[in-house]
């Protein structure tokens, strides 16, 4: 396979005394020892094949022709291709009668083997059936004309069809400028198709390769469900020179790659290539519609449920009873005071300690996909006993350096944000929802007030309101005001018994009503903060207890008491009809 198009010319030189161009004598057999245009190694043409097309030197990544591509990621002999013989002259023929256009395409034919820019069919990844469309950058750098709108149209609408995901790697210059107007309505055509395949409740899957930009960045590319880009990818609408010309400075490093875009919120993951083929099949098992795994409705087996674990001091009685029979809270001498300093400890475990012992499979999805990812709230995709959920956490750190990095768990805007985007859709694919809340209250700052910190803890509300899937939600430490309460809003409130839940902190509730935060203690008790006082008001269902030093080392009891507790939540509701699920949500909150 040739590679002429991702390597530097080492065959000529520059002659410092005659200033001309002279031909070196060949180190090597033609086309066997090329330079990487990255890092200016000599390597072997072979060596950079048959290692997934990166340099062996500085593991930079070239393109990947399209059948390659294919044959990287597909279960051996399950490729199906679709429209191989569909090009151009299917449609308009050459609109503009560009110059050359028709003879350049006619060469690029015997060039690559391809009629056109994009490779489309069926193909089984794991075992997973999706319907799969692959750029090819060595046909005019895989530009959008009227042939690549349709291959990819047509295999949206047969995915639609056959009710199967779509995958898609893109690689594109953008628009065919020789196809003019024809080109541009390319990109409403295939966003037109993906709209009717993502309102049949289909899974769309992205995977963005060097480099994106252009009509294909402002279409398809930026339109899945998950959005996976491959490390250091070039990423934009507009290209770095375009940009550079137009406000005349230089970008900075780093600017519209693949990194860039995930700290800006528009990537759910970057996945190295080696890895891509198990994370696409992670993710379609994930969301077939077949799996018995994610049948709506699926009661968990008995097999699978977790009987609670006794409480240190417990008797055997209390110990075999369901974790809502048992004694709620175990230590009632604390103060409500004593209580929110527990809510507060550094040892206590945090959103990601619960991840990790209660859900299998954790694929982590990043980004509001309009400003930035909010490291404030961690959220993703799991399985929970076989069944498959959303899980959203509001994160603290487990030192100051992560509490700084994570802003102590204070999310802006952009985290709310992230959260409902990703609560949409779990609506969307008919998954439970399950949320921790762990924050002091929202980020209250400048730019949070810029970016609409209000607007987006209100939308979450109202959003929440009306999902169409079964929500619950954990207070593990502090539920802060409306920043946790915007992520709270579910058909069930559990607490642990040393958190706390209020309308503001004991601080800024002594501070505001007796101008004195010293008084912190005492507000406490008068605010009724604490998991027995809010039961008692109704305002949650349930309490779990914890051990008197409770860290990582000491919360399996606890985390237990939880996984049997979420047992029978989703085998209650996944059993109620939306109408019946969502009425109960709103009663639960009319009444208070």
Not at 178 to 203: F, N, P, V, Y
Request: charged share 30%; with cysteine.
């Amino acid at each position: 396979m040739r590679l002429q198009n991702m390597f530097k010319k080492t065959g000529e030189r520059e002659n410092p005394v005659r200033k001309g161009r002279l031909r070196r004598r060949p180190e090597a057999p033609e086309g066997l020892l090329k330079k990487c245009n990255k890092c200016g190694a000599a390597i072997l043409s072979e060596e950079v094949i048959n290692g997934a097309y990166i340099c062996p030197k500085c593991h930079g990544y070239f393109r990947v022709p399209a059948y390659k591509r294919i044959e990287m990621i597909a279960d051996e002999g399950s490729f199906e291709e679709w429209d191989m013989d569909l090009d151009g002259m299917d449609g308009p023929p050459d609109p503009l009668q560009f110059k050359g256009y028709s003879e350049k395409i006619k060469k690029l034919r015997e060039q690559t083997g391809l009629k056109e820019a994009v490779v489309t069919g069926r193909v089984k990844i794991n075992g997973k059936q999706a319907v799969i469309g692959v750029c090819d950058g060595r046909f005019m750098m895989a530009s959008m004309g009227y042939a690549v709108g349709e291959k990819i149209t047509r295999a949206v609408e047969r995915a639609t069809n056959e009710n199967l995901p779509v995958i898609l790697f893109t690689c594109s210059g953008g628009a065919r400028m020789q196809e003019g107007i024809i080109s541009l309505m390319q990109m409403e055509k295939t966003s037109a198709a993906l709209k009717r395949h993502s309102d049949a409740g289909l899974l769309y899957v992205t995977v963005l390769t060097d480099p994106t930009t252009g009509g294909v960045t402002a279409s398809f590319a930026m339109l899945g469900d998950i959005i996976i880009a491959e490390p250091q990818a070039l990423i934009g609408f507009a290209g770095p020179r375009v940009i550079e010309q137009t406000i005349g400075e230089k970008l900075p490093e780093g600017f519209q790659r693949a990194e860039f875009l995930l700290e800006h919120g528009f990537v759910d993951q970057i996945v190295k290539r080696e890895n891509m083929k198990p994370v696409l099949g992670r993710i379609l098992k994930m969301h077939d519609h077949v799996h018995p795994d994610c049948r709506k409705g699926k009661e968990i087996r008995k097999s699978d449920r977790t009987e609670p674990v006794p409480k240190a001091g417990m008797t055997e009685k209390k110990a075999g009873k369901k974790a809502a029979e048992q004694e709620p809270w175990s230590e009632k001498s604390l103060t409500a005071w004593e209580r929110v300093c527990r809510s507060r400890s550094k040892e206590r475990p945090v959103g990601k300690d619960y991840i990790d012992i209660l859900f299998e499979d954790f694929v982590e999805l990043h980004g509001d996909r309009y400003y930035r990812d909010d490291p404030a709230i961690i959220g993703g995709i799991a399985y929970f006993q076989g069944i498959c959920v959303t899980v959203i956490a509001q994160a603290k750190g487990r030192t100051t350096k992560e509490n700084l990095e994570r802003n102590f768990a204070m999310p802006s805007p952009e985290g709310y944000r992230k959260a409902r985007r990703l609560m949409k859709q779990a609506e969307k694919f008919h998954r439970p929802v399950i949320n921790f809340v762990d924050t002091p209250g929202a980020f209250c700052g400048m730019e949070a007030e810029e970016r609409g910190q209000g607007e987006a803890i209100a939308r979450n509300l109202f959003e929440l309101s009306g999902l169409k899937v079964p929500v619950l939600s954990v207070v593990i430490g502090e539920g802060g005001s409306g920043g946790a309460l915007a992520l709270a809003v579910a058909d069930e409130v559990w607490m642990l018994e040393n958190s706390v839940y209020s309308v503001l902190s004991p601080e800024g509730f002594a501070s505001i009503l007796w101008k004195d935060s010293s008084r912190s203690a005492e507000a406490a008790k008068m605010m009724k903060l604490t998991a027995a006082d809010l039961k008692k008001l109704g305002v949650i269902e349930r309490v779990f207890p914890e051990p008197q030093n409770f860290s990582v080392l000491t919360m399996k009891p606890t985390a237990e008491l939880l996984r049997a507790g979420l047992a029978e939540f989703l085998t209650k509701y996944q059993k109620l009809e939306t109408k019946d699920l969502l009425e109960g949500r709103y009663e639960r909150f009319r009444k208070l």
